[in-house]
């Protein structure tokens, strides 16, 4: 089987192919090393043999250059959401547009789909409601888990919104070209070769830090630092993409919501915690009181439908997502510093 991942240079795109490399299939990659940190996970793919197209995702005359794959993982995006307010026609060309050329691409060549959705979809003032306090002043406890009936009516910030749209078009070419597809909305992902930034991947700057002595802030909802979020370790979502694979001709056109769920949540406070104690480094950790218009409070995953289709959970706990991280940044200090 010959597969395309897009976004292969990205986090998640490099681990899923690697992976999937690893099980002999036949893996290439499109990405325009547009993010900061693509460019060494680059030298992963060649390392490995894996081509990668440097190549614009929403320009679908540039796809014309490449082969037919029989799946396709689109993992290509401008990810973070805090950008999607200000850089309104790259979040729309790459996320929107990219996947619809993408799904262009499938109805020529008859390949299936495997789509990286988001968390994101849902309205940010249902997430607030959740938790009722603008201050948050204890860590949450695990309350409502949100799923894939969970209603996605309201603003959600542009990249949420362009997610949306992106599973709409999916679903839509579906009905009327028949493409195959799986759509796996997933919360926070975390795990070795991610380049976190403030706004996109916090596991992997708040550790990057911590090794680095750098300075970080609570941000929001009073700056206590008790947000939470589950955090699914990279591992975990690349072992559910390899058994979708394998029973894609049984199992398809499905939405999925994937996430650590209870098995991997944490608070800032104590992703803190955990830093200091792997890192041995303490950090005197700002406040910014202020909160995001994007800012969410809560997000913790309900796997129940993906547990029971597929027989999948995720293996690895917030402190196995956090010491692989780990290792792999202390292990690559010098080489990563001019990624981040
Ligand atoms: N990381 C997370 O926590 C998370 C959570 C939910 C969903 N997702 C989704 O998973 C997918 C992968 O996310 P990630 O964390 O690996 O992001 P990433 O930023 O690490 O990877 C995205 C890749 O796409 C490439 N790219 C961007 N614009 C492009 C363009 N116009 N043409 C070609 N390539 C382009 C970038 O260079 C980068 O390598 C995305 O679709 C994202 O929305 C991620």
Redesign the pocket.
């Given at each position: 089987m010959k597969i395309l991942v897009?976004?292969?240079?990205?986090?998640?795109?490099?681990?899923i192919a690697l992976f999937l490399s690893k099980k002999k299939y036949k893996v290439q990659s499109?990405?325009?090393?547009?993010?900061k940190?693509?460019k060494y996970?680059l030298n992963l793919l060649k390392k490995n043999n894996i081509k990668n197209y440097?190549?614009?995702?929403?320009?679908l005359n540039s796809l014309k250059k490449i082969p037919k794959y029989n799946l396709i993982i689109?993992?290509?995006?401008?990810?973070?959401v805090e950008v999607s307010k200000k850089k309104i026609d790259?979040v729309i060309?790459?996320?929107l547009i990219?996947t619809i050329n993408i799904l262009k691409k499938a109805k020529k060549d008859n390949s299936k789909i495997i789509?990286?959705?988001?968390?994101?979809v849902y309205p940010i003032n249902l997430l607030n409601k959740i938790v009722k306090n603008k201050k948050i002043k204890k860590t949450l406890t695990v309350k409502k888990k949100i799923n894939e009936s969970t209603s996605t009516q309201g603003a959600k910030s542009i990249?949420g919104l362009t997610?949306l749209a992106s599973e709409m078009f999916i679903e839509e070419f579906s009905y009327a070209f028949g493409i195959k597809y799986l759509i796996?909305?997933?919360?926070?992902?975390?795990g070795p070769?991610?380049?976190g930034k403030q706004d996109?991947?916090f596991v992997s700057l708040w550790i990057w830090n911590h090794i680095n002595k750098k300075n970080l802030n609570y941000i929001g909802y009073g700056a206590y630092g008790n947000q939470i979020r589950d955090?699914?370790h990279?591992n975990d979502l690349c072992n559910l993409i390899l058994i979708q694979i394998k029973k894609f001709n049984r199992i398809s056109n499905k939405l999925f919501t994937v996430g650590g769920s209870k098995k991997s949540y944490t608070s800032l406070k104590n992703l803190t915690f955990i830093c200091e104690k792997i890192t041995k480094n303490k950090l005197k950790i700002g406040k910014k009181t202020k909160t995001s218009i994007y800012d969410i409070p809560y997000y913790i995953t309900n796997n129940n439908y993906v547990s029971k289709i597929y027989k999948w959970k995720p293996k690895k706990s917030i402190y196995d997502v956090i010491k692989d991280t780990y290792i792999w940044l202390s292990n690559n200090k010098k080489i990563l510093k001019k990624y981040f």
């Open positions: 897009t976004g292969g240079c990205g986090f998640v795109g490099t681990n499109l990405d325009n090393l547009s993010r940190g693509s996970n440097n190549l614009d995702i929403s320009k689109d993992c290509c995006a401008e990810a973070a790259t060309n790459t996320n990219g789509f990286l959705s988001s968390s994101r990249y997610k796996n909305r997933c919360g926070v992902i975390s070769l991610q380049f996109q991947g955090v699914l990279v």
